[in-house]
């Protein structure tokens, strides 16, 4: 079977050329011709399978990867430096975006004012507080709407994957503190979670044929006009994101003395799926098996800093995106930014990052950014116009962030296989599937790595 970096790669190609080929044929967003109408189904319809898997995936791997970690010899020590470092490397992405988008002056010189009714008021963090309290038990959100002409009623239920990611973390550490009595719980959460990985191991090998619908769809409806119009941001966004992923990450990996190329070696398959599906959490079984297997990251540790991260850690989506947006929509609209409101961009970038909650886009985070530092919302729809085509670079770095991070840590803590890490040649993810999808934890190789045993330096493990 071809390996799977050429196949992605391959999907990447034929999905621009047929892409170009539906736009140069007529093809458009509100009227798609046969071409267009088949890259848009096959890419929705990837999407669709990888977001039906979310939230389940969501919930049981937080509550997994919170049980996990208790068998973690200094646990509290690894899941404090875990997030110290999520915020070390979003604090430097911000402050690059903020560099960026005053350099770059993306929304200047457009003559547009402020809409009318804009009062320039800072805004508050109510909102996202009251964002993290559930409404529910399943965070169900259920919203209604009334089409006049037709007399009829349409309601519309969705997830708030923010609430769910704080109700997976309260049962998670409620089931710690039973005990005993909670063992069937979490060993049933941990063999759900294995049946929702399997299914998602399965959709993940469709992803070649997802990549030409999805990027074949982004060009045929958006193309290169559309880059032109807004290319000053999507210029500087892509500079920002290729400076955090070549030359942030690159640097903090010689500074804890790690081979930069033996990182990307390891980890790009699964960058190269987040690019194209757009979704940290559908990325999340090939994230964690490519940190365990290519990079050396002990899986009990693994098992809980990388779905963290999927669903708190993004570098892209959280930090770069907002604080460029933020600055273009300020001078798009001709509103100066204070000092304070500089400020509010990196601490909202910081602390807020879970809002993203690893689904596709970073709308939400988008929205909390200009309302907390009293921006115009009216930006956030000015913007989606390249959202899909910004949104691909967005995530690799998100993913190439949630892989590095535990990656650092392991290292620093010592627990890291560096005979893993310095192989010849990373492991195809896609071997050994069925020994390698679960979990769990309790191997010879990880209880030594994990209880801080010296790692191995002889061969390769099997």
């Known amino acids: ?40 189904i096959i890419g929705s319809s990837y999407v669709s399978l990888l977001r039906t898997a979310v939230i389940p995936l969501i919930f049981f791997a937080i509550i997994a990867s919170i049980a996990n970690l208790a068998q973690v010899t200094n646990a509290a020590r690894l899941a404090w430096k875990t997030l110290l470092w999520f915020a070390i490397t979003a604090l430097i992405a911000v402050v690059i975006g903020i560099v960026l988008g005053t350099v770059f002056q993306p929304g200047s010189g457009t003559g547009q004012t402020a809409p009318e009714g804009y009062d320039g008021n800072t805004g508050s963090w109510l909102a996202f507080i009251e964002g993290l309290i559930p409404a529910n038990f399943l965070g169900l959100e259920v919203s209604g709407k009334f089409d006049a002409e037709a007399g009829s009623v349409s309601n519309r239920v969705s997830f708030n994957v923010l609430q769910i990611l704080v109700i997976a973390i309260a049962i998670g550490i409620a089931a710690l503190k039973v005990g005993k009595a909670a063992e069937p719980f979490l060993n049933f959460s941990r063999s759900i979670l294995a049946v929702i990985q399997k299914v998602l191991w399965w959709i993940i090998r469709l992803a070649p044929l997802g990549t030409i619908g999805l990027l074949g769809n982004a060009t045929a409806t958006y193309g290169w006009d559309t880059i032109g119009a807004l290319g000053k941001f999507t210029a500087a966004i892509y500079v920002g994101l290729l400076l955090v992923l070549f030359a942030v990450y690159p640097t903090l990996l010689k500074l804890n003395g790690l081979s930069v190329r033996k990182y990307f070696a390891g980890a790009w398959p699964a960058i190269q799926l987040a690019f194209v599906s757009r979704s940290s959490i559908g990325t999340l079984p090939l994230s964690q098996r490519v940190t365990e297997r290519n990079l050396g990251v002990p899986a009990g540790y693994a098992s809980f800093a990388v779905p963290l991260g999927a669903t708190t850690k993004m570098d892209g989506c959280a930090a770069i995106y907002p604080a460029i947006s933020a600055i273009f929509v300020a001078q798009f609209f001709g509103v100066d930014l204070s000092i304070m409101q500089y400020l509010l961009i990196v601490l909202v970038s910081v602390i807020g990052s879970a809002a993203t909650a690893g689904t596709t886009g970073a709308t939400v985070m988008l929205t909390l950014t200009l309302t907390t530092v009293g921006l115009p919302l009216e930006g956030v729809a000015l913007l989606l116009a390249v959202d899909p085509i910004v949104d691909m670079g967005r995530t690799a770095v998100n993913v190439a962030g949630q892989i590095l991070v535990p990656t650092l840590v392991a290292k620093r803590e010592g627990i890291l296989d560096h005979a893993t890490y310095n192989a010849a040649n990373p492991l195809d993810p896609f071997q050994e599937d069925d020994a390698a999808t679960t979990l769990e934890v309790g191997t010879e190789r990880d209880d030594e790595q994990v209880h801080g045993a010296e790692p191995a330096t002889a061969g390769r493990p099997s």
């Open 1 to 40: 079977m071809t390996a799977f970096g050429p196949q992605i790669i391959a999907g990447l190609i034929l999905g621009i050329v047929l892409g170009l080929v539906a736009k140069a044929t007529g093809s458009t967003a509100d009227e798609p011709n046969a071409l267009g109408q088949t890259l848009q």
